[in-house]
């Protein structure tokens, strides 16, 4: 026992050390394996927005709509999975309807997640929001109409000529999906009433008629210019949706049409065609289709033309090229994380913290797409996702931060204080930790400005020596906040209580910069900017303004208030130069004086030269100053030019820059970090040079970057991709230029654009300088970085690649098909995208015909793209039924289509008021090249049903052999009696006599012929094969029931055997010409050599197959044939121990029956066995078994 005790001990120690070792490693993030989608619905739909989350359970799920959570109720709750169920979509005003912004969140232990955005939004159709107006052409000329109307989804626009639909046929007509119609070479059979019709699975709406009218064209026609009566305009269209640039043009003779890029790159002639006579189509549009094109109408043989152009602007939803990683820290550690992501406009970065926003604070900072949380806390540990967005959609991207705790970590520092010292200096006092002081090695001092938000918080670390501490860094004039942590080697302690401090103020550490203009030859407008808070280091109480002439020592000085930015200097020489100054002082005293700005009065007799413009000048980096300029509204002189004057203070002005008069700005470059430059600007015209304009501004400085000490290796260079398949791409790289010995790894990182999880991110080792990745999902954006280990250094990744997998052939079809009748001859159809994940639609085929054309196996064939999923059924006959069904495709093959919807068009429909909805088959739906196909549904039904058919017919068969023991049993018993009654009278009979009775006793059978002795048919076999029966037979059966117990008689009237009642009997008749030459003793029958289950017809014989029984629940029927005026047997089961036949021959007459035959047969009992009746009979009179 003691070794088994040990080897329990071991392994018990061994489950309690791994046990939190598993934990680690099993932990599972939780993450959305489904995500809301956005829906369109109709009103009173039924409507499923999934959720589903996979992570450690419990996880409890619950639903955002427009921020806020939603409410449960008996139409609206949530489904097992998670999901939400909308039994019946409503489209009331306000809170009650069900249209907005749906979000899923998902909680388990670890924290919070939160879906992508989903709308829901209800079908609808607005009013036309422009009309089509009538208009009057000449013949041959061209005519346009237009109609635009808001509806969601986008509607189909059709047009009707005299309340007809019109045929385009023709190449004359263009119809434009924007709701443009085009008519070329105009006819007089033109002229009517056309109007456009707006459908959509929400509503169909028909705009007003509007009248074409055609005059007849002038005797012989002028030659004219080309012009272009409808040019394409500026569109916005989203990523692979289509683009429709329209160019309609006339001239005689009649201009060719043809497009080009203003950037002089080739149109991409693989998604572009040309519709009708010049109109500009884009399908799948994507970001490089963007850019300005140019349509060019030119009449043939000339150099005459006309150009219109139109900017196309491609939107993309937001996507995310880099994304937070999980981080693990400990308590008062820093994390980062950083978010990047691409689109057009460009994405607003938000983050969250357990499916909550995060908001700036002192610790926790947002810069752009960074994240930064410093000293982290207990409470940081959660789930944190970030997520773009602009208005073409939303993604995100989660990741999860961990923080280590310590379990003997000390308590926070207590009693902080602080006390302001200076302007910039503040003493930090506090006391030891109460617990594990012994354990301290360090503190950290934690301090940033109170006011504003994004502050940078500074930290200063010091030794376990002392308790106290002076910040001396800091700006005068503001309020700080400061908090302490104890650190120890296992972790830090919490933080301590904030305290508040303020600096005290301090002369301004500049002056303002001084911007000057004169209005008149004998004043000057003084304005500048206030001093920002860093520069003024306080509040500014007034300013001095100094100023005198340049040749003259005397200075002028005025004091304003704190509070003015301009002032207006009067009474001034004209033709004069002034040299201005300004300072600005605090509570404390006076800052320092800015340097001498010169300026120069206009002329006196300068009435009519230019006003100062209004100059802007910013720096656009530590070397770069931008100067724009406009002039003012009261300028009224010509311009020709400008004059730009620059010169850094305190030396001497440079040779101006003279710029034409468009020009507004200018840019100055090669100046120097941290000076003032002062800028002079001036309009000229033929008189002499303007007003002038001067200011000053200071360059910022450069910032340095610090040389690391040891340089990582250089990233890989050209890294490319490429792809053939839906599952693999393959990378190619190059080494970068160093010189190394040492073996170099790759590292390659690979991941779906937009990926939420980051556990899920590939990495993948090599050494060589290409690699094969595979398993890729279908039809999706990856992107790929690489990054090379070297000497125990790793490069930085390399410049990310992307790279799309080709596509999948859809493998299912559209779902939710629904065919609608909203005309008596019109139907539209509608689908959704197939139900499967990462399969893109190029287009979708329609197949529809009649039922009668079906059977001809006609279809009639439509084609639309991937972008709609709406079609119109036109020119329906009436009392039809049409079916429908539809596939979708792309590049890469058909996909299989869907099971057929009926529609019937009923033939008494009233225009606009009937509508026939589809049905959709239910037995077998899917019709396809003149064959049935079952659905899997149909299938399972009609297997589920045979099977119960053949369960019943085997219990059936099983009763039927129990009970035929019993009644045999029961006939055997009254055979012999019969057989002893009879005895005496039979056994007088002669040899000629027998052979006579038993004659009449059998059926009418030659030697040649077989019986099916197994039972069950009326097949009768003789030498030359099977017996068909006679065409000239007609055959009438009839079943009946009885339950009276009683005997019964033969009677034989004109071939037909009939049987009293008593027995449930089966009832032949017969009409034919019999003929009598064929009667075939039953022992040549019996005892031939082929039959090996007959019995004898001794009286001790026993049976040995089921020849001749007799059955209660089938007749059989013998056909006996030997040429053409064949005989079938009457029906008859033969009993083998009796050895009772049935004739139905016209030469044996019912009163030929011998006196003994009918006394034996009148003495049987009648035997009963449920449902049959058996009798012995005479020779002379046939038994049938029943």
């Not at 064209?217 to 569109?235: H, K, M, T, Y």
């Not at 203009?517 to 004043?523: A, L, Y």
């Not at 033709?575 to 300072?583: A, E, G, K, N, S």
């Not at 800052?591 to 720096?619: D, F, I, N």
């Amino acid at each position: 026992m003691a070794p088994l005790e040990r080897k329990l001990y071991q392994r018990l120690l061994l489950f309690t050390v791994l046990l939190p070792i598993s934990g680690v490693f099993s932990f599972s993030e939780l993450f959305f394996v489904k995500e809301p989608r956005d829906v369109t619905a109709m009103r009173k739909e039924a409507v499923i927005l999934d959720c589903q989350a996979r992570g450690e359970a419990p996880i409890d799920v619950r639903w955002l709509r427009n921020g806020v959570r939603l409410a449960e109720n008996e139409r609206v709750y949530l489904l097992s999975n998670g999901s939400l169920f909308i039994s019946e979509v409503e489209s009331r005003r306000g809170d009650k309807s069900d249209e907005g912004c749906y979000q899923c969140l998902a909680q388990n232990k670890y924290g919070t997640i939160l879906s992508q955005k989903a709308h829901l939004t209800i079908a609808s159709m607005s009013s036309f929001a422009l009309q089509p107006t009538s208009i009057v052409v000449t013949e041959g000329s061209v005519a346009r109409f237009s109609c635009k109307i808001s509806a969601h989804p986008p509607p189909i626009i059709t047009w009707e000529f005299n309340r007809v639909t019109l045929p385009l046929s023709t190449e004359r007509i263009t119809v434009l999906p924007s709701g443009v119609l085009q008519i070329h070479g105009v006819q007089r059979g033109d002229a009517g009433h056309y109007r456009c019709i707006a459908t959509n699975i929400a509503s169909r709406r028909r705009s007003t008629e509007a009248t074409l009218t055609v005059t007849p064209s002038p005797g012989p026609q002028l030659p004219q210019r080309p012009r272009i009566i409808a040019g394409p305009q500026n569109i916005s269209v989203s990523l692979h949706q289509t683009a429709i640039l329209e160019c309609l043009a006339t001239g005689n003779p009649r201009p060719l049409v043809s497009w080009s890029r203003a950037d002089t790159k080739s149109i991409d002639v693989y998604n572009t065609k040309v519709l009708g006579n010049g109109n500009l189509i884009i399908t799948d549009i994507k970001p490089q289709h963007g850019g300005v094109y140019m349509c060019r109408a030119t009449t043939p043989g000339t150099r005459n033309y006309t150009v219109a152009s139109a900017n196309v602007t491609v939107l993309a939803p937001p996507s995310l090229v880099e994304w937070p990683e999980s981080l693990t820290r400990p308590r008062a550690g820093t994390a980062r994380f950083v978010c990047h992501a691409e689109g057009f406009p460009a994405p607003q970065i938000t983050w969250f913290k357990n499916g909550e926003k995060v908001h700036s604070n002192g610790r926790i900072k947002m810069y752009h797409s960074k994240l930064v949380i410093n000293q982290i806390i207990l409470e940081d540990d959660a789930i944190y996702q970030c997520q773009a967005e602009n208005e073409l959609g939303s993604v995100l991207s989660m990741a999860r931060l961990i923080v280590v705790m310590s379990e003997d970590r000390p308590s926070a520092p207590r009693n902080i204080q602080a006390d302001t010292v200076s302007s910039s200096a503040i003493l930090l006092a506090w006391e030891r930790p109460q617990y594990n002081s012994d354990k301290v090695i360090a503190y950290s001092v934690h301090y940033m400005k109170a006011e504003g938000l994004n502050n940078e918080e500074y930290q200063v670390v010091i030794g376990n020596d002392t308790t106290r501490y002076i910040i001396d860094d800091l700006e005068p004039a503001r309020n700080y906040t400061f908090y302490v942590v104890a650190y120890m080697p296992m972790g830090a302690s919490r933080m301590s209580d904030h305290v508040f401090q303020h600096t005290l103020e301090d002369v301004p550490l500049r002056a303002p910069e001084l911007s000057l203009t004169s209005r008149s030859p004998t004043d000057i407008q003084v304005s500048w900017q206030p001093l920002p808070l860093k520069l003024s280091r306080g509040r500014v109480s007034s300013y001095r303004l100094s100023y005198r002439t340049s040749s003259e020592s005397a200075v002028t000085q005025m004091e304003l208030p704190g509070e003015k930015t301009k002032h207006l200097l009067e009474s001034l020489q004209p033709d004069t130069i002034y040299l201005l100054r300004i300072v600005a002082a605090t509570s404390v005293g006076w800052g320092e004086q800015s340097a001498w700005t010169s300026h120069r009065t206009p002329k006196a007799s300068s009435a009519q030269v230019p006003l100062a413009p209004e100059l802007h000048l910013e720096p656009l980096n530590c070397t770069t100053i931008s100067a724009r300029w406009q002039l003012t509204p009261r300028n009224s002189a010509k311009v020709l030019g400008y004059k730009l004057f620059y010169h850094e203070e305190s030396q001497p002005e440079r040779t101006p820059i003279q710029l034409h008069a468009p020009a507004h700005a200018y840019v100055i470059e090669g100046l120097d970090p941290r000076k003032k430059y002062h800028v002079k600007l001036l309009a000229y015209n033929v008189v002499g040079d303007g007003y002038q304009a001067d200011q000053t501004i200071s360059t910022p400085g450069c910032v340095s970057v610090r040389d690391r000490l040891v340089p990582p290796p250089p990233p890989p260079n050209n890294l490319q991709a490429r792809t053939n398949s839906s599952s693999i791409v393959f990378l190619h790289w190059g080494r970068p230029a160093f010189t190394s010995s040492n073996v170099v790894n790759y590292t390659v990182r690979c991941n779906p654009v937009g990926l939420q999880n980051a556990s899920l991110v590939l990495y993948l080792q090599t050494n060589k300088q290409s690699l094969l990745v595979r398993d890729l999902e279908p039809n999706t954006k990856y992107e790929f970085a690489v990054r090379l280990h070297i000497d125990q250094l790793s490069s930085p990744w390399s410049p990310v690649v992307y790279q799309s997998t080709f596509p999948e052939a859809p493998t299912r079809p559209p779902s939710n098909i629904k065919v609608t009748l909203i005309e008596e001859d019109t139907a539209l159809v509608s689908w959704k995208l197939p139900d499967e994940l990462n399969v893109a639609v190029t287009h979708y085929t329609i197949l529809y015909t009649s039922r009668n054309a079906w059977i001809a196996g006609k279809w009639k064939v439509l084609q639309r793209e991937g972008s709609i999923t709406m079609a119109l059924l036109e020119n329906l006959s009436p009392g039809q039924v049409y079916l429908v069904k539809v596939s979708a495709s792309n590049k890469m093959g058909d996909g299989p289509f869907s099971n057929t919807v009926e529609l019937t068009v009923r033939s008494d429909l009233s225009s606009g008021n009937d509508v026939g909805l589809s049905r959709s088959s239910t037995h077998s739906t899917g019709f396809a090249d003149g064959f049935y196909h079952l659905d899997q549904k149909s299938m399972t039904g009609i297997t589920v049903g045979v099977c119960i058919a053949l369960i019943c017919i085997i219990i059936c068969a099983f009763i039927i052999v129990c009970r035929g023991k019993n009644r045999k049993l029961s006939a055997i018993k009254t055979y012999r009696e019969a057989m002893r009654t009879s005895a005496a009278a039979s056994i007088h009979l002669g040899s000629e006599e027998q052979a006579q009775n038993a004659e009449v006793a059998l059926p009418m059978m030659s030697r040649s012929h077989f019986i099916d002795s197994k039972g069950g048919t009326n097949l009768i076999i003789n030498s030359l094969g099977p017996i068909q029966p006679s065409r000239e037979m007609k055959n009438k059966w009839s079943f009946f029931r009885c339950d009276v117990k009683k005997d019964f008689k033969t009677v034989q009237e004109h071939g037909t055997i009939s049987y009293q009642p008593g027995a449930t009997v089966l009832t032949y008749e017969q009409e034919l010409s019999v003929s009598p030459n064929q009667p075939t003793p039953l022992q040549d029958l019996l005892q031939s050599p082929g039959d090996g289950e007959g019995s004898s017809n001794s009286e001790g014989s026993h049976e040995t197959g089921d020849s001749g029984r007799c059955s209660h629940d089938e007749t059989e029927l013998t056909n006996l044939s030997s040429g053409p005026n064949s005989r079938p047997s009457t029906p008859a089961a033969e009993d083998s121990e009796d050895g009772g036949g049935s004739s139905g021959g016209s030469d044996v007459e019912p009163g030929e029956m011998s006196e003994e035959s009918h006394t034996d047969l009148t003495g049987k009992k009648s035997v009963d066995s449920g449902c049959s009746h058996q009798e012995a009979q005479s020779s002379s009179q046939s038994a049938l078994c029943v």
